[in-house]
């Protein structure tokens, strides 16, 4: 049984950092493109950050410069370190694992941006 669960998420300041956490498990997790999307209230699923089986990135364009993906294939974990964080990337952020056959989703973490 496939899980990814994810971890980290919180409120912070404008201008704050945060870093979260995807730990996978019942899968073969390096063979796995891994992403990060978020959901704002009343918007749709949007990619923020991806990491292919072979470590290349891809970012969308208002977090780029401020975000970093990166992945532990012994851990199972891809990791989503945001800095310089905005109101605007208040969301529900989830981990996501595809690879062509398979599409797994986590439950998705709060992130908040407030002061």
């Known amino acids: 049984q496939v899980q990814l669960v994810e971890s980290g998420g919180g409120l912070v300041q404008p201008g704050g950092s945060l870093r979260l956490s995807c730990a996978a498990s019942?899968?073969?997790?390096?063979?796995?493109?891994m992403g990060w999307y978020r959901q704002a209230p009343g918007k749709q699923r949007e990619l923020v950050a991806g990491i292919s089986i072979g470590g290349s990135t891809e970012y969308s364009d208002s977090v780029k410069g401020r975000f970093t993906i990166s992945r532990d294939n012994a851990k199972k974990t891809v990791y989503l370190q945001m800095n310089s964080l905005k109101p605007e990337d208040t969301a529900v952020y989830y981990c996501?694992?595809?690879?062509?056959?398979?599409?797994?989703w986590g439950q998705g973490t709060q992130v908040t941006v407030s002061s």
């Open positions: 019942g899968m073969i997790f390096s063979i796995y493109r």
């Open positions: 996501n694992a595809y690879n062509g056959a398979y599409d797994y």
